[in-house]
């Protein structure tokens, strides 16, 4: 049975890889530190970091489409579209990035899609529990799943290099989540023509759009705008 927010893992189901993935990545940090397009993130608290883990892992947040990897970051992930409209402005996406990247070997994935989790957890408790980890906004209540799956990797021998699991974000595409520990950024290469600068209108608004629409969305225009201040008129 599930003791609080972890849920009991009786089993592993390991996927081998070698994913394209998507990643959206800041180039510079509040503290004035660069960061690459291959660089893991040893402080994150995001869906399944593996922060309590032990060791920690350093971790690697991308998605399988453009669109999810935009989906899954800031600021997409927190709109609203009332009326099917969002309003977004470059400054949002400040110093932001996207890029395409290929895996350098095979990957281990543990995949945590509710057809496989069947294989992996002790109970339909244990289950309903993972699927409750996937989609809640408390991100700290998914860092237990995480060490423990590593645990049971490293007991049976299995150099575990990610989670994988269905975007909350975008409904259809994959998030990967790859661990540092055991990969490293020399194992990712980005996919050479495929870096879009976000704060760049021209570059990103094509991309931001088609993600969007996805969703039935579409970004405020100046003349949402003047339509609004007509509709407000006296």
Do not use: C
């Not at 959206?24 to 993130?41: D, H, I, W």
């Not at 099917?84 to 402005?89: T, Y």
């Not at 976000?198 to 003349?223: K, M």
Request: a neutral charge; aromatic letters at 6%; hydrophobic letters at 45%.
């Amino acid at each position: 049975m599930p003791t609080g927010d972890l849920p009991t893992f009786v089993d592993l189901v390991i996927d081998e890889l070698r994913p394209r993935v998507w990643h959206q990545y800041p180039t510079v940090l509040p503290s004035g530190a660069t960061v690459t397009a291959t660089q893991f993130n040893p402080a994150s608290r995001a869906r399944f970091s593996a922060i309590v883990a032990s060791p920690p892992r350093a971790m690697y947040y991308a998605g399988s489409s453009r669109e999810a990897a935009l989906w899954e970051s800031r600021p997409l992930r927190d709109v609203i579209g009332i009326g099917g409209i969002v309003p977004l402005s470059r400054h949002q996406f400040r110093n932001q990035r996207l890029v395409e990247l290929r895996s350098l070997r095979p990957l281990r994935f543990v995949d945590l899609d509710i057809k496989k989790a069947r294989r992996m957890v002790a109970t339909i408790a244990d289950l309903d529990l993972l699927e409750n980890l996937k989609q809640t906004s408390k991100h700290e209540r998914t860092h237990a799943t995480a060490a423990a799956i590593l645990a049971l990797a490293a007991a049976r021998g299995i150099a575990l290099d990610g989670l994988m699991w269905r975007s909350k974000q975008h409904g259809t595409d994959t998030v990967f989540l790859l661990f540092d520990p055991p990969v490293r950024s020399a194992d990712l290469e980005v996919i050479a023509g495929t870096e879009i600068a976000l704060d760049d209108q021209e570059q990103a608004w094509p991309a931001v759009d088609a993600a969007l629409a996805q969703a039935s969305l579409r970004r405020a225009t100046a003349d949402d705008a003047a339509g609004d201040a007509v509709a407000e008129s006296p």
